[in-house]
């Protein structure tokens, strides 16, 4: 009550005309509001003194027609006002302080600390009476705000036309970025000048099963910068629940963002409803690329965990029949028998089989024999329901039956087999974008799940979305990936879902959100190849917003070696494969090549057998985005740690120190390295690995090729003959 | 095989390029198929040797763009063919006869006899090398055709721009018909010349909540129409699946209909995939305006029953809680006390009651109180699930919850006490069309109501549809609706989709749809009233294609003494009001009206307690469109009979014999006739009950006011007793 009355204080003593002052808890943040002589909200940011956002206009476009008033009867006015940006007076102002540590039910540490001061402007729009709040939160590492709209009589349902979010840069800095676009976010990154994204916006825009660009200028969040004083800038939105995905849009001659909502098929960007808040625009600023890597403040800005059992969420590491499709070694698809298949009515079991499924149970049980001998968790199966003869490019409404196999496979017998082996298999969800007929079946295949004990489902949404004209990132379709979350949850299913929006967090509050795929993974090492430097961007721009399922493993780079018509190139050496289960967190891991490949290198698969899927703690130990990252982790519940390191196209020399280590104990470390003449292109299969004791005073100086990296397990001694042979580092 | 090798001769031996001759069973209906010089398909039609349909053009339009063949990948030719219209040769043509008799699983009749003689046309074209297949079946009382497209390797996926389905009338006909619309069918009709639609159009179009007009000569079907020499002609459609909802566009210089399929969101009118087959075009010709309505050419085109077993489907008569909503004396909502609510968010046990929420635990058991004494099978309650502040007009997506009532309705304790009379609740999902909504939570509320023993649901789609931009009968939504039935099924529930598109005979393959309203039901009647002879024309126009749930039974017509602020009228008297009960066909039938208004009339209350709602026979003995009509129904598994009789806005003397008795009998009727001085505006509550013997050889004379009628049961005599003091008729 006392601390309440403090506040209302502090509020009511506020010279509401004056410029409104927020800094982060280290004082390294500071964030200045005012508004403006026509009632414009305005911001800026700067860091360590310097500006990092130039003085930044805030508010929202409405559509008239919708803009409908609440009453007794549904009223429109006759000419509403549209602008949500201007014409506003401060009519509170609140701050506050937070520190709180919470305990996320998988992640990279342990305890996440989420520390931030707040101020919440409150706004009311002298002409309309209507009030929009503007809630900051200052972080050590960034900044986070966004819109609210608390309840009241004149704002109840309103549909937005555009957010008008600015972002204005201080000058020409250097973007990791890749093209806006409302259907894919599969493309290699760009690393240019901001003034060059217009010159190279369409170059960047690979080809996909579906896209839709917007704009010349416009990119994708989480978008990394650089600027000329070395100061790591990153763009990204958090909690995106209930509305369109935010892309930016430069203006290049005047290096200001403006944030660009993926519109609805009707040329809307949100049907909102009072209360509700808006995602959280973040931008997270350091002048140590480490931190970047290192911020929770994605996860800090989301909700507090929603389900309240969470015992049956496990972070897994699998193996799957999936790359044999990808590289075009064998299909999902059961016949070519038939011109079309019609789901009800092709009977499958009628058709001559072409001989080249995939996801038949011998296949199956092969996997399943694998996982089993060398301890994986899971095995995914694609292609093992009905309907994908025709899976994509026929705009076909009910393209998957989710319930029903084909023929040869023996969905009793595998989940037999699989539970005397003790392994768990992933289901399989790929809807072609035909939403609906997802969510209609949703129940019966979720039941279907829980009926055979597949704990996680892997879903994907290639092609174009049905409803038709919607895109992948709408408010309709957000709104599809989250029903599948909750929904999930309920039967208590993980979900790993990909071509699905961008993660911005979500994970925090439901935990059951286990893995996502939203941007170039490693199929498009077989789809012509990824850049070399890809890896080293991921985690400054995609994985700032959560996990993501990359599926690494590929030891034979030569895909043409599978598949003699496919002559892509995994542009990657064997040792950069091995360290992307560290590089690249996530809960769900999967050796994504062939068992018989393992098999040829399995000294190297060792790595892939020992290291974690879960975390205690995580050290960012050095990091540039586009040319190296080396982490340290430790394993959840373990003194075991696992060190990876990727390199870019030139190569990198690591020097890490093991100050990580516990101070009074000897550790056994294997290194997997790239061997001398190691080459990403030319010799990636060529890798060292050692064993050696290391201690928390060892250092390392360690080459990675281009497109190389290195890998470290590091057991704790346990017992003295261990060491037998080895030397100290 | 004997029959095979026939047929196969009889092909070969057509010269394909002469006409087709097809005759009905009787030879009354005979069609003329052809190709014509540019192969363009045409037929035409004559029944008792006079022109129906003249030359009349067949086909369909496709968009290019989606126009995609079949192949190893997605081929899109650079200039594909959009025309399936004409370069038609005849390559085949298959005669066969079918005759058979089915029982419904309800119906008006015990036996429904399905005897056609058909003609499958199979056509190539030319240029394209792609097969459509015309298959024409004429029965004595009209003719179905529609357009197949058998497995082929030209022809897999095409999306149909329109459909070139031409009815060429031979003249000004008189047309009972009511505005094209892709949103709503509750309209009132309109009788005039078919030269006179154009200028009448707009204003036939009342206001509703949800429509979409698209041309001025547009109507909608069924279209009842009738020639200046005494033949009437109905145009229509059955089973409609899969597909967009057919209007009638007119050429009002040439008196020429052509097809206007209802599209979806993005202007397409059908995503097709063969093989498929499009909806039957129906076209129901008699010079005896009593053989349209007992017509069931709509039952037999469509499909056999596809549910094993239909024990538990079975037709009710209901009362509820819902013309207290209609009139305006209570409210389907809870509460004032938020300017908007919000599912999942708003706190219902916590805001202040308005006190007219109907759905009272307390209400409701009112009504089941009164359905248990009077022997009503089952309660509707409208209102009791949370949702209802914000029903309509903000564009809600997640506008209802189907799971939980409001905190004042007792679910269980309602369940308890319904259970306890032997009366069976009636579920409500009003979805405000917010289709998905409804689809993501469809599984769980149709557990709900097996859980709480609901057999029924009364569903409702008002408003504008969501997805944005989808009306109420495009392709899109009609699947909707079909699986909303299907899904159903699976539950045991029977569903009564008010909104939904027009019935076009599914009922026969899903008799779990147990009524539709599509069409101005009774609710109009407190919405400002409709025309008197309204129900004299549903019989020729909606009722073609199944049930109607028109929910009669008003005994009060003067709404204001129900809600004073409300001067609607209903334009009925109330022995018409009972009449509707058997000239309104349906399995499922509502007594609307408050218990206390039924209280002050028990008399007249008592023939709606005795007519039946499933029959052996009916027998049309009466009938002008707009004018009358008199049917007689024989009571399922009984000897009784109802007799009802609907006037319009002119009155009838109707004149009957009652030799559809069986001969050696004597039965006691019981007339329910207007008074001598009723009238639908002036005096609708003056009737008067009168109680006579009749055999068949008794005859009736017996005038009906305007807007009135009358309504007679007749039991057969199993007392002499029971006859004491009646005279005969």
Redesign the interface.
């Known amino acids: 009550m006392k601390k309440l009355f403090l506040l209302l204080c502090i509020s009511v003593m506020i010279n509401y005309m004056m410029a409104q002052e927020l800094k982060s808890p280290n004082g390294n943040q500071v964030l200045i509001f005012s508004v403006n002589n026509v009632g414009e909200p305005v911001y800026t940011l700067t860091y360590k003194g310097k500006d990092i956002i130039k003085p930044s206009k805030l508010g929202l476009e409405l559509f008239a027609s ?1 803009n ?1 008033k ?1 009453g007794a ?2 009223k429109k006015e006759k000419e509403p006002k549209t602008s949500l940006y201007d014409d506003f007076k401060v009519v509170d102002v609140k701050s506050t302080s937070f520190d709180e540590t919470w305990q996320p039910v998988w992640g990279e540490t342990k305890d996440i600390r989420n520390h931030y001061n707040e101020m919440a402007v409150t706004l009311n729009q002298k002409s309309t009476d209507r009030n929009m709040i503007i809630r900051f939160r200052l972080f050590d590492d960034g900044l986070g705000f966004r819109y609210e709209f608390p ?3 004149n704002l ?2 309103f ?1 937005v036309k555009e957010e008008l979010t600015q972002f204005a840069m201080t000058g020409d800095h250097i973007a990791y970025w890749i093209p806006g676009d409302y259907d894919t976010q599969e493309y290699d990154y760009t690393t240019s000048k901001l003034s060059e994204i217009r010159v190279i916006n369409e170059k960047g825009r690979q080809g996909n099963l579906s896209q839709t660009g917007f704009s010349e200028t416009g990119v994708q969040t989480s978008l990394q910068m650089k600027t000329s004083d070395g100061i790591y800038i990153n763009l990204h939105e958090a909690a995106l629940i209930n509305y369109g995905c935010m892309h930016l849009n430069l203006d290049d001659k005047n290096f200001v963002f403006q944030s660009w909502i993926t519109p ?3 040329g ?1 960007k949100g ?1 909102l ?4 808040t808006l995602p959280w625009r973040t931008v997270i600023v350091s002048d140590d690329a480490r931190e970047i890597l290192a911020s929770n403040m994605t996860l800090n800005l989301n909700e507090p965990c929603k389900i309240d059992d969470t015992s049956w969420i496990k972070p897994m590491k699998y193996v799957g029949v999936w790359w044999e499709m990808i590289t075009g070694k064998s299909e999902w698809s059961y016949t070519y028998d ?3 298949v ?1 789901i009800g ?1 092709t009977d499958f079991t009628k058709v001559k089989p072409h001989g080249r499924h995939g996801a038949t149970t011998a296949n199956v049980k092969k996997y399943i024999d694998f996982a089993a001998l060398h301890g994986f968790d899971g095995v995914l199966v694609e292609g093992w329901n009905i309907g994908w003869e ?1 899976w ?6 009910f393209v998957f039956d989710f319930q029903t196999p084909y023929p040869d496979f023996d969905i009793d017998e595998i989940h037999r087999y699989a539970k005397s082996k003790g392994v768990k298999m992933i289901m399989h969800h790929e809807t072609s974008s035909s939403v ?1 007929n997802y ?2 079946q ?3 295949a979720y039941q279907l799940m829980n009926k055979y004990d597949y704990p996680a489902v892997k879903s994907g949404y290639v092609g174009d979305i049905i ?4 895109s992948h990132y709408s408010q ?1 379709i957000n ?1 599809h990936y989250q ?1 599948a979350v909750e ?1 999930a949850a309920k039967y208590k299913i993980m979900v790993n879902a990909h071509e699905a929006v961008r993660p911005t967090g979500i994970c925090r509050t439901w935990p059951n959100l286990i893995g996502n795929e939203s941007a170039r993974g490693t199929e498009y090492q077989a789809f012509g190849g990824s850049k070399p430097n890809h890896v080293t961007l991921l985690p400054f721009t995609r994985l700032i917003g959560g996990p993501m399922d990359y599926t690494p493993g590929i030891f034979e780079m030569n895909i043409s070696k599978i598949n003699p018509s496919n002559t892509s190139h995994c542009n990657s050496t064997l040792a950069n494969q091995l360290a992307l289960y560290v590089t690249m967190y996530s809960p769900l891991q999967m050796a994504a090549d062939f068992p018989e490949h393992y098999e040829r290198f399995m000294d190297a698969f060792q790595f892939i057998k020992d290291v974690a899927v879960d975390w205690d703690n995580s050290k960012y130990l050095e990091a540039e985005p586009g040319e190296y990252i080396t982490v340290a982790r430790k394993a959840k519940g373990t003194n075991n740690w696992f060190v990876g390191n990727v390199a870019g196209e030139k190569g990198y020399t690591s020097s890490i120190t093991f100050d990580f280590l516990d101070a009074d104990k000897t550790y056994i470390a294997t290194i997997y390295a790239d061997a001398k003449d190691a080459h990403y292109k030319t010799n990636p299969q060529a890798y060292t690995v050692r064993k050696v004791l290391v201690t928390n005073k060892s250092k390392l100086t360690q080459p990675s090729a281009p497109g190389g990296g290195y890998a470290i397990s590091i057991f704790e001694m346990t017992d003295k003959a261990q060491t037998k042979g080895l030397k100290k580092l």
Chains 1, 2 share one sequence.
């Not at 409803?467 to 919607?470: K, L, N, S, T, W």
Request: glycine residues 4%; proline residues 7%; negative net charge.
């Open positions: 919708e409908v609440f009867e549904v309840q009241q009589k109840a349902y549909v609805d098929a009707n809307t049907y409803q009072a209360p509700c038939v011109p079309s019609l009515v025709d994509f490019g026929h705009s076909k409404d609906r969510e209609q949703m129940d019966a409803p038709r004209g919607e309709w709104k029903f929904k």
